[in-house]
């Protein structure tokens, strides 16, 4: 094998450019090969007890609505609407705090599915007003999602602005926004870097811990 490797690197430094590039290309292919692969053979296939896990195309749906410029002109009113974020989002953060004063992701995503759970009325309100917006509809569409889907994507979006850290992002990357730049925006983090401040969902913080 270090022949092998030794013969390769020998051969590049004697080659031209134009096979160098012919030889990266070919482990571009080959990467996003194994990309793929992993995305297929990784995603989580079946929620937990309580935490039930929506199809991966309602992740592909709500992730992607972050990329609509016309939604988040649209959501940032409506949160504008609801008044101080501060105090309207701590409402919304008690409902979900256990006795130590806590907020786990996998929390909330659980109160979320329970049936015996009330949401709050500022995040029902939130989530109406969201539901009815043109971008929302044409996600439906776009994505085809049935019933249940829609009901996971409302879900998921109550989810979202439900977690401890929706004021920070909210503030920062919503309210205060005029223009999206690249580079800038942490909304289109990719499925690999879902950073602290971001509002994409990766599917496998859905099962963190309950309490």
Avoid at 84 to 99: D, R, S
Avoid at 149 to 174: E, H, T
Wanted: a neutral charge; proline letters at 3%; charged letters at 25%.
């Amino acid at each position: 094998m270090i022949y092998f490797t030794n013969v390769i690197l020998w051969y590049l430094s004697e080659s031209d450019e134009t096979f160098a590039a012919i030889f990266w290309l070919l482990v571009l292919i080959v990467w996003m090969s194994i990309d793929r692969w992993y995305e297929k053979n990784n995603w989580p296939k079946k929620g937990r007890k309580g935490q039930p896990l929506p199809n991966k195309i309602v992740f592909d749906a709500i992730n992607s609505i972050w990329e609509n410029k016309t939604f988040i002109d649209e959501f940032r009113y409506i949160l504008y609407d609801e008044g101080n974020i501060h105090e309207f989002t701590k409402e919304i953060h008690e409902c979900h705090v256990n006795g130590e004063g806590t907020h786990h992701n996998g929390r909330i995503w659980y109160d979320v599915n329970s049936t015996l759970f009330e949401p709050h009325s500022i995040t029902n309100r939130i989530i109406e007003r969201v539901t009815k917006t043109t971008q929302f509809q044409n996600q439906i569409l776009k994505y085809n999602l049935n019933d249940k889907d829609v009901d996971d994507f409302k879900k998921l979006f109550m989810y979202i602005v439900s977690k401890q850290n929706f004021c920070d992002i909210a503030k920062k990357y919503l309210i205060k926004l005029t223009t999206i730049k690249p580079g800038e925006d942490v909304l289109k983090s990719n499925r690999y870097d879902y950073s602290y401040l971001s509002l994409k969902i990766n599917p496998w913080e859905l099962f963190g811990a309950l309490y």
